[in-house]
Nanobody
Framework: QVQLVASGGGSVQSGGSLKLSCAASGSRYSNYCMAWFREPPGKQREGVASIDSDGRTIYADSVKGRFTISQDSAKNMMYLLMNSLKPEDTAMYYC??????????????????????WGQGTRVTVSA
């Protein structure tokens, strides 16, 4: 019911910055969560950051202080500003959305199985 399109990925050197965008369309809900996940090559998909309709956020420890998640609800857009990028940040980045995790404990908002709607992903490569 919700379509998501991720964009903004690319190649950047270590220490650089990149801003990802996620455009949402379709059904609209009053209470929802949106999130960014990433899948490094050869590794499992992991939660990066989440934001809900009330503006509450949660970050993975590995990106705290470096990444910032934000949204523009009027434009149905979500963003991930990534600063001080490291080679370990190299991954396919996916945006996700759902209503269920709004009612979950905060720790569940960075779990892949909490979300029903997914974008196609955008690749980020960080070189040394």
């Amino acid at each position: 019911q919700v379509q998501l399109v991720a964009s903004g990925g690319g190649s950047v050197q270590s220490g650089g910055s990149l801003k990802l965008s996620c455009a949402a369309s379709g059904s609209r809900y009053s209470n929802y969560c949106m999130a960014w996940f990433r899948e490094p090559p050869g590794k499992q998909r992991e939660g990066v950051a989440s934001i809900d309709s009330d503006g509450r956020t949660i970050y993975a420890d590995s990106v705290k202080g470096r990444f910032t998640i934000s949204q523009d609800s009027a434009k149905n857009m979500m963003y991930l500003l990534m600063n001080s990028l490291k080679p370990e940040d190299t991954a396919m980045y996916y945006c996700a959305a759902g209503t269920r995790p709004y009612y979950y404990l905060m720790e569940y908002r960075l779990r892949q199985d909490s979300y029903d709607n997914w974008g196609q992903g955008t690749r980020v490569t960080v070189s040394a």
